[in-house]
């Protein structure tokens, strides 16, 4: 058999408003996800793929323009011209405002989308069949991969907009959610390849003789990925399936936590300093306890430093440090003798107030006996 080249993308939720960015860093980063879907259309080319898989989430239906819209549609035109057939599954954010929008891209004559509630399949080349669903809040409650019966010779690949079982057992109840596959649905598919989206991070779900991938969103709309953004390449030969990352360029986002306790404020702000760049997204996380002058400084160093890097979001965990108990009295001589243990303090406190109390009242009793 000829080896099979297979580019698979989901996530990408063009025009998503991104509200954790700032409203000038929101501009320019909705035309990086431009940027991002041209990225995937030249490698499509260059690779020489034989199929562009699309699983789910292309555009963020509720604010897509009609500019991008545009810009897909000439982007899948090139796809065309080049020979590359596009096959599509619906996601969440395209569920119910954004179909007209995927119909209407799929009307380019090397475009499918699958818009049925129902298994079907296409054969964007010979011997290669492309099995897929739309999976919605309708069908999340039915074994939608367990339905999929595929028929005859080749190649049948799977495309789907789904969860894993992991987290369909701790979605809670009245949920919206989407159709789940478990690795025994997987391993009894026969799917040479199920092509997955939903997950904003690459994950191999893989379970018998069936490869099972996502691949992730191939750009960062908030804080809540880390790392190098990606595509998969997937080579389908005799001898099985290989699938490769490819990065996706695009801006670096990172977290880090800073532990303020004990520390200074010029302390803290050497440490950013030393960060600075300003073209990297940074989100900085405060933990521990501030000393009360200091409570002010998170919103401070999010003011001071925001001209140092593309964007930068400090998230205040701390907690304000009692104020120190004034000398000679019961709690800065417990403070002494028991340290930082707050239990240990607590209950030395309770027994000393209670000594006290108790000498109070012997006083009183004494006094009222004299005369």
């Not at 997950?199 to 191999?204: A, E, G, P, Q, R």
């Not at 991938?213 to 990606?230: C, L, N």
């Not at 404020?265 to 900085?284: K, P, T, W, Y």
Request: hydrophobic share 40%; glycine share 10%; proline share 4%.
């Amino acid at each position: 058999m000829k080896p099979i080249h297979v580019l698979h993308i989901s996530d990408l939720h063009l025009d998503h408003p991104l509200p954790a960015y700032g409203l000038e860093a929101r501009r320019e980063r909705r035309a990086e996800l431009i940027r991002a879907f041209d990225f995937i259309v030249d490698k499509a080319v260059s690779f020489g793929v034989d199929v562009l898989l699309v699983a789910g989430d292309l555009i963020c239906a509720r604010c897509v323009s009609d500019s991008t819209l545009a810009h897909v549609a000439a982007g899948f035109a090139r796809l065309g011209d080049a020979g590359v057939p596009v096959v599509c599954v619906p996601g969440e954010a395209e569920e119910y405002a954004g179909m007209a929008a995927l119909l209407e891209l799929a009307a380019a004559p090397n475009v499918h989308l699958f818009a049925g509630d129902e298994w079907s399949a296409v054969e964007p080349i010979p011997g290669v069949s492309v099995w897929g669903v739309r999976t919605t809040g309708r069908n999340a409650d039915i074994a939608v991969l367990g339905n999929l019966r595929h028929e005859g010779p080749g190649v049948h690949i799977g495309l789907m907009h789904a969860t894993t079982e992991d987290e369909a057992l701790g979605r809670s109840v009245g949920r919206r959610g989407l159709a789940t596959v478990t690795s025994a649905q997987l391993a009894a598919s026969g799917l040479t390849y199920l092509a997955l989206g939903h997950y904003h991070s690459v994950l191999n779900c893989s379970a018998g003789t069936s490869t099972c991938w996502y691949p992730g969103s191939p750009a960062h709309h908030d804080f809540s990925t880390r790392g190098e953004r990606h595509v998969l390449k997937v080579t389908i030969e005799d001898s099985g399936v290989e699938v490769s990352r490819t990065v996706v360029p695009g801006r670096s986002h990172r977290v880090i936590v800073i532990d303020v306790t004990g520390k200074t404020a010029d302390s803290i702000r050497h440490r950013l300093a030393g960060l600075a760049n300003g073209e990297h997204c940074l989100m900085v996380q405060l933990e521990g306890e501030l000393s009360p002058a200091l409570s002010g400084l998170p919103l401070r160093l999010e003011r001071e430093f925001a001209s140092s890097f593309f964007h930068l979001s400090v998230v205040d965990n701390t907690r304000i440090a009692a104020a120190a108990p004034p000398r000679g009295s019961v709690e800065s001589a417990v403070a002494r003798r028991i340290g930082t243990d707050s239990g240990l303090r607590t209950k030395a406190l309770a027994i000393a107030f209670s000594a006290l109390e108790e000498v109070k009242s012997t006083d009183r009793r004494e006094d009222r006996s004299v005369g």
